[in-house]
């Protein structure tokens, strides 16, 4: 039993993500919460969708037209939702992220012959 409670200070010292770090950078901007958590690909998806849906945000609220305020809405209210999945996202894979870090490290350890 001692070297599982020396197992699991281990994996607090080091191995686990931060929630709180997680979530302050996916609030700053949307996938720097996964890239800190090493997932690139979702990262760039996320910075996509809610730069280009700014853009898009952008070039309509400068264009002439009736229906401006009506597609500038709808925009911005995508943007938010993206805004909302990405932190709430980056919250989820972080404990995902720390589970798996734990399961890969003691099949590693179980391999090793360690306990």
Known sequence: ???VKYAEQELAAGFKKNK???VFLALLCPGAGHLYLGEPSRA???MTLFFT???FLIFTLESLGQFRALIAACLFSVGVVVYAINILNALQ???LV???DQLK???ETEAD???
């Open 44 to 46: 760039i998806w996320f």
């Open 105 to 107: 490290y003691f099949e």
């Open 93 to 95: 894979q972080v404990n």
């Open 1 to 3: 039993m001692e070297s």
């Open 53 to 55: 849906n700014s853009i």
């Open 20 to 22: 709180p770090l997680t």
């Open 113 to 115: 012959g360690r306990y």
């Open 98 to 100: 720390n589970v798996m």
